[in-house]
């Protein structure tokens, strides 16, 4: 894959603070690296465009400013799915 040639790729891992004050971790993501992919080289980003990536990976940079929505998405899925609480004994 030409992002890991480029050294484009970090491992991160994702933290999301949910709004009814849990918080968890997805680890190992590996994301595009902005620093790193502004500082490639003009033949290094032609190729990335003319292999039809680069659009991919401004694609991938926007869909991360997404990543707390989409955090906050699966863990109200997560809740609606546990089971309710058992009523108190009489």
Known sequence: MRLAQFGLLSEMNAPA???DGRSFT???VYVV????????SDCAVRTL???GELHLVSMHLVSLS???ALM?????RTA???PAPLPPPA
């Open 26 to 28: 997805v680890g190992s």
């Open 49 to 51: 465009f003319r292999a």
């Open 80 to 82: 609606a799915m546990q």
């Open 72 to 76: 906050e998405r699966i863990a109200a």
């Open 17 to 19: 603070d949910l709004l």
């Open 66 to 68: 997404s990543m707390q």
């Open 33 to 40: 690296d902005e620093k790193k992919l502004t500082a490639l």
